[in-house]
């Protein structure tokens, strides 16, 4: 059994992996990997929120963390350095909840029906 310090190992688990999701609700609409969404920021909390505030960008992955709230995380289409945001590289790759994204108009996907719901 290895002991682990508590300041500086983190038991992630051996071969447990986080699972992937490929999509998230904001109310009645899905947003999936790919979406272009338009960034309404609304914590204010840094330069970002203020600077990235009605860019277009484009849904590059949905993080969960280990308390199970959802990111999206985006690279903004205007970006000439998107390539490293896809690469997940820092600088070029932004996280924001789904209520801080929404679909650019005549881009949404209404949620399936009750019966077609995955829960």
């Known amino acids: 059994m290895t002991t682990l310090d508590p ?17 998230v609700r904001r109310g009645e609409v899905e947003i999936h990997v ?21 860019m277009t960008a484009t849904i590059e992955s949905i993080e969960q963390d280990f308390e199970d709230r959802c990111f999206v ?8 350095g998107k390539d490293m945001g896809i690469l997940k590289q820092p600088g070029h790759r932004f996280f924001f909840s789904a209520e801080e994204v929404e679909p650019v108009p005549g881009t949404e ?11």
Request: glycine share 10%; proline share 11%; aromatic share 8%.
């Open 73 to 80: 995380a985006v690279v903004i289409n205007d970006d000439p």
């Open 7 to 23: 300041w500086t190992d983190i038991d992630w688990g051996e071969g447990e992996e986080r699972p992937t999701r490929t999509f």
């Open 34 to 54: 790919g979406d272009q969404v338009i960034l309404r920021p609304t914590g204010r909390a840094d330069i970002f929120d203020l600077t990235l505030a009605g």
């Open 109 to 119: 996907r209404p949620r399936p029906p009750l019966a077609e719901r995955d829960g």
